[in-house]
């Protein structure tokens, strides 16, 4: 294959993992990774050090696990049960399917979930939601910094090398 086609094919999948990033059932890191790999395997980037795939794997895994666990630790910090954590995931789950729903989604589900575990206490409920809320965000950032991390890998070497 030409330059020309590598070139658009690592493109679209940084452009993939950069949407992925902020979107839920999209793996954002995952579809970056894949982009460096190719990267490595292509003419382009034969001379990148297998340390830097290493690397990025360290990176991608973890943050496929702090994407899970920032929400349900943060709802927990903030006071939430079980049922705010199931309500969080549910709420990022079915917000997908609604404009701007995978924003509110979280928060929504773990304040849902919090007012059927204890239907009296509603300071609470909202604290564990913000909590759910704040560690949505958390998990996106994780997300974003480490395709930012793995995609400036990729420029850097094509540029420089």
Known sequence: ?????WIVIISLLIIISIVGSVMPFIPGPSIAFAA???YK???LGNNLSWWWIVFGAILT???IITEYLIPIISTKKFGGSKYGAIGATLGIILGFFIP???????FLGALLGELINDAVNYKKAFKASLGAFIGFFL???TNILVCGILITIIFIHYIFY
């Open 1 to 5: 294959m030409t330059y020309t086609i």
């Open 36 to 38: 460096l790999l190719i």
């Open 41 to 43: 395997l292509c003419p």
């Open 61 to 63: 895994l973890l943050a």
């Open 100 to 106: 701007f729903g995978f924003i509110l989604g979280p």
């Open 139 to 141: 998990g996106i950032g």
